[in-house]
């Protein structure tokens, strides 16, 4: 279905002035009428009395990034959008099926409690705010922020995960009768898209894992490649929302984790991980220090050692150098030999 936009129908104040002149207007002639004596035009004068409010209900206000999706009998007529005072027909209805929607996102959090007893007769609140306001649909940029979904990655370890998501409506027509509820639609494809992404990465760097789909081992993960991630989630929930006339702008990683029963266990090998790397450098860097003292006993020629006295201060060296405490040297006052 697309959407059709009514540019004709701002005209409200117009509409307002005539409707109230009218009304007015009516009550004069009832006056004249009934002392004048003229049945006829009494009566029409009582039956606009009686029934001249009707059609104050084909006002209708919008404020900036708000649109209002008309129908008639069950039609679609059109849809209002911008900010200003329109007039349509009184008979017309409002569609918006996600107005009581309540998700754990930008512009469904309510500030306050306040009693809402209504005239359903007249569609008006005793707060003062008329029902037909929640039939509005904001076309402004919300969030969702989901909640935190258990997840296993690629290699089969649980993970805990949530992202944020920042959409908008640019078709009212497609959300509002495209899908039963836009919101709740949006709020279960971002769970799909989530899991079929992050099913296809390791949490961490790992080894012949392909996540790109070329058949080619690469090194993306979900803690290292994040910006990738998203991106390919944000794309993943835009393809399946299209239809529902909503527009994904961003999609974020705001949490991950480790899921708690395997937390323990992965930060220890992350430590273990962390420390042979560690060692690996020492080591490397302590045999590097080794051959330099060497080389340049060699070029100085102010000791001369042999192999064994060598593989003696290698040792030494390396324990000094290696130790992971502050050695303690131990002064020989005699003989090497």
């Keep these: 279905m697309d959407e059709k936009i009514l540019n004709k129908n701002k005209n409200g104040m117009f509409a307002l002035l005539a409707i109230t002149l009218a009304y007015i207007g009516s009550i004069v002639l009832c006056i004249f009428s009934a002392i004048g004596m003229n049945t006829f035009l009494l009566v029409i004068s009582i039956i606009w009395i009686s029934l001249g409010w009707f059609p104050y209900f084909g006002l209708r206000i919008l404020k900036p990034q708000e649109a209002l999706v008309v129908t008639l009998f ?20 409002s569609v918006n099926p996600a107005a009581k929607t309540r998700l754990k996102q930008s512009g469904d959090i309510e500030t306050g409690k306040s009693s809402n007893v209504s005239l359903s ?31 296993n990655d690629c290699l089969g370890n649980p993970i805990e995960i949530s992202i944020a998501v920042t959409w908008k409506v640019i078709d009212t027509a497609k959300a509002v009768f495209n899908v039963d509820n836009y919101k709740e639609y949006l709020s279960l494809q971002c769970d799909s898209a989530l899991r079929s992404i992050v099913r296809t990465y390791p949490y961490d760097l790992a080894n012949n894992i392909d996540t790109t789909g070329d058949g080619i081992p690469d090194e993306g993960s979900l803690r290292g490649s994040s910006e990738t991630v ?77 192999e064994e006295r060598k593989a003696a201060m290698v040792s030494n060296l390396l324990v000094v150098l290696c130790g992971n405490k502050d050695a303690q040297p131990i002064v020989n006052s005699g003989s090497l030999y």
């Design 230 to 306: 998203a991106q390919k989630i944000k794309e993943e929930i835009q393809a399946k929302v299209a239809d529902a006339g909503l527009e994904i702008v961003e999609a974020k990683i705001i949490y991950l984790a480790y899921a708690p029963e395997i937390a323990v266990a992965m930060l220890q090998r992350q430590q273990a991980s962390a420390i042979i790397d560690a060692r690996k450098m020492i080591v490397e860097g302590a045999v590097g220090m080794v051959d330099m003292a060497l080389e340049l006993l060699e070029k100085s020629n102010s000791v001369k050692l042999d």
């Design 121 to 151: 007769g007249y569609g008006i609140n005793l707060n003062g705010s008329n029902e037909m306001l929640n039939k509005k649909i904001s076309l402004k940029i919300m969030t969702l922020s989901n909640n935190k979904q258990k997840i």
């Design 74 to 93: 069950g039609k679609y007529v059109g849809t209002l959008k911008g900010d200003g005072f329109y007039y349509i027909n009184p008979f017309s209805g």
